[in-house]
């Protein structure tokens, strides 16, 4: 498959976690705690999509994803514990291209 996905996440047990089901999958999964070091990955590797948390220190991933999208066309998925309807509009309306809520992740009942 030869992908290569960045997870941004501050919760390093839920970006494991992820890592652990992308790999199997085939991704080669980069993971970043914060904006800062997401834009480091970026600038240096190709990466074929990203999953961004909302909530994390410093930078939200809503202010990641809009500069993100004025140099980068890769799609971007939310994944974040915000559940209400107004964020997952405003992740939409600021070029997210999906919006999926912390506890629907796999391995969740």
């Known amino acids: 498959m030869n992908k290569n996905v960045l997870i941004v996440d501050d919760e390093e047990e839920i970006a494991e976690l992820l890592e652990d ?8 999964v980069y993971k ?4 800062k070091k997401a834009k480091e990955i970026l600038s240096e590797i190709e990466i ?12 939200s991933g809503f202010n990641l994803c809009k500069s993100l999208r004025k140099l980068y066309s890769m799609p ?3 994944l974040s514990a ?4 107004t964020d997952k509009i405003r992740g939409l309306n600021i070029g997210a291209d999906d ?5 629907a992740t796999p391995g969740k009942s």
């Open 32 to 35: 970043a705690t914060n904006g």
């Open 21 to 28: 089901f992308l790999s199997i999958e085939g991704y080669k």
């Open 82 to 85: 915000l559940q209400n309807d």
């Open 76 to 78: 971007i998925i939310f």
């Open 48 to 59: 074929h999509f990203i999953l961004l948390d909302i909530m994390m220190p410093e930078e």
């Open 99 to 103: 919006y999926i809520v912390k506890d």
